[in-house]
């Protein structure tokens, strides 16, 4: 059974920067494409950032591009998500998730295609 855990949400200001991590136990994430999404209040869930089981592909929503940047290590088993010059808009519940349908992929943007899922984690961004 997969488990992902992320952690490093939290409360900021508009220009500030947060770094989100993921942990992956219970199979090993390096083989496996990595996702990001964010689901605001009263929206859908949308696609934040992908990384590829190699680290190099990456792909992100144009509304963080330049903004955000999704890293993986795959000895520790771990995807991050550095968000810089954060937004009111960024404000979200941040998901993590694992595509084990297509090791060996490259960065997947739709969601339906990842298999596990983390619980979230919460960001707020104020103006």
């Known amino acids: 059974q997969v488990q992902l855990v992320e952690s490093g949400g939290g409360l900021v200001q508009a220009g500030d920067s947060l770094r989100l991590s993921c942990a992956a136990s219970g199979r090993t994430s390096r083989n496996y494409p990595m996702g990001w999404f964010r689901q605001a209040p009263g929206k859908e869930r949308e696609f934040v950032a992908g990384v590829g089981y190699s680290g190099d592909s990456t792909g992100y929503a144009d509304s963080v591009k330049g903004r955000f940047t999704i890293s993986r290590d795959n000895a520790k088993n771990t995807v991050n998500l550095q968000m810089n010059s954060l937004k009111p808009e960024d404000t979200a519940v941040y998901y993590c998730?694992?595509?084990?349908?297509?090791?060996?992929?490259?960065?997947?943007?739709?969601?339906?295609?990842?298999?596990?899922w983390g619980q979230g984690a919460q960001v707020t961004v104020s103006s």
């Open positions: 998730a694992m595509a084990t349908s297509f090791p060996y992929g490259v960065y997947i943007r739709t969601q339906g295609e990842y298999t596990y």
